[in-house]
């Protein structure tokens, strides 16, 4: 339920009506906007009389929310929320650009790309030292001794760093960490979501290989009902019939998520295709369609990557998607800072 209070009611009555709610057992979101403020109401509401409600001097509309989701639905909260990483906006009319490896493989490696994405106009730098892999064989990440060299590389350049948690046991070693990722197999992980949503970070939330936007919706859910607001969504690509790339992009997922909820929304289209050569179409096309930013993988020897080599550009070709980048920004009414 949502409850939309009338713009210059007077803040006691706003605060009797908020303690009225809370001592009826139900939680609250509340966003102040230009125009109105608006109560969210998370919780059974059925013991709510709207009637009752909307004959409050204060109250301009009542109306049930009929989604799942609460604190995610724009209905709660009309204005984009805006993220800020290390003074790097996502949302509203920002646009940022997250670049760098898919895992990291030395000290020499992850200060180099970080150094050379960093020129090429990228504000965040990602980097995976525990990777999710389908075969237990290939390489699974340095571990401790990635993230080590990850904070290292931001202490060189000064860059907020982006790195995948995966399990609840390596929370602590997260500390130094800006900006937390779930990965798409964990988005339905459930118990990790609930202890993501506890930490204080801001999350980067990446869409699972089969799941519907609702779903995807549904697992921000659990992050912010643990008192998280913070969240980034990810598209980086479904699993569909199509052989010929790893993964299909949904690009349409952009512009409807713009309509049902209020959080930020970035494209990977590294993982998207899983080719290399698809990196710079997608990258555009994403900025067409209204995408907050980009998280692309980029290595500087991508024959030779340990993970994800495929699908990895090279600093040059970062470079000039970057530059194309900053010609539509202002077609799509973003701005890169």
Not at 15 to 24: A, E, F, V
Not at 135 to 141: C, E, H, I, K
Not at 274 to 282: D, E, F, N
Request: aromatic share 4%; hydrophobic share 40%; proline share 5%.
């Amino acid at each position: 339920m949502i409850i939309v209070v009338k713009k210059g009611s007077d803040k006691k009555q706003v605060d009797n009506l908020l303690k009225w709610i809370t001592h009826q057992g139900l939680k609250v979101d509340v966003s102040v906007g230009d125009n109105s403020t608006v109560i969210g109401l998370v919780g059974d509401t059925s013991k709510i009389d709207i009637d009752l409600v909307h004959s409050m001097d204060i109250v301009d509309t009542v109306k049930r929310i009929q989604e799942p989701y609460k604190c995610a639905n724009r209905k709660f909260h009309p204005e984009d929320t805006i993220v800020d990483i290390g003074g790097h906006k996502f949302g509203g009319d920002n646009f940022q650009i997250i670049a760098g490896p898919c895992s990291i493989e030395s000290e020499k490696q992850i200060i180099g790309i970080a150094e050379a994405v960093k020129k090429a106009g990228a504000n965040l730098l990602r980097g995976g030292a525990f990777k999710p892999r389908t075969s237990p064989y290939a390489f699974q990440g340095l571990r401790e001794n990635g993230l080590d060299l990850l904070v290292k590389a931001k202490q060189e350049t000064g860059m907020p760093i982006v790195t995948e948690l995966m399990s609840i046991r390596h929370i602590d070693l997260f500390k130094d960490v800006d900006l937390v990722q779930i990965g798409a197999r964990n988005m339905q992980n459930f118990e990790l979501l609930k202890e993501v949503g506890r930490m204080g970070k801001p999350v980067l939330l990446k869409r699972g290989l089969a799941n519907t936007i609702e779903e995807w919706l549904m697992s921000a859910e659990y992050i912010m009902s643990e008192g998280c607001k913070d969240i980034i969504l990810c598209e980086r690509g479904i699993r569909t019939f199509e052989p010929l790339t790893r993964n299909t992009l949904d690009l349409s997922a952009i512009p409807l998520l713009k309509e049902l909820t209020h959080l930020p929304v970035i494209v990977d289209p590294s993982h998207a295709s899983g080719l290399s050569r698809l990196v710079k179409p997608l990258s555009l096309a994403a900025v067409g369609v209204g995408a907050d930013g980009l998280m692309v993988e980029v290595h500087n020897d991508p024959p030779h990557a340990l993970c994800d080599g495929a699908q990895s550009i090279r600093p040059e070709q970062f470079a000039d998607i970057v530059s194309r980048i900053d010609i539509m920004l202002p077609l799509v009414n973003k701005v890169k800072k």
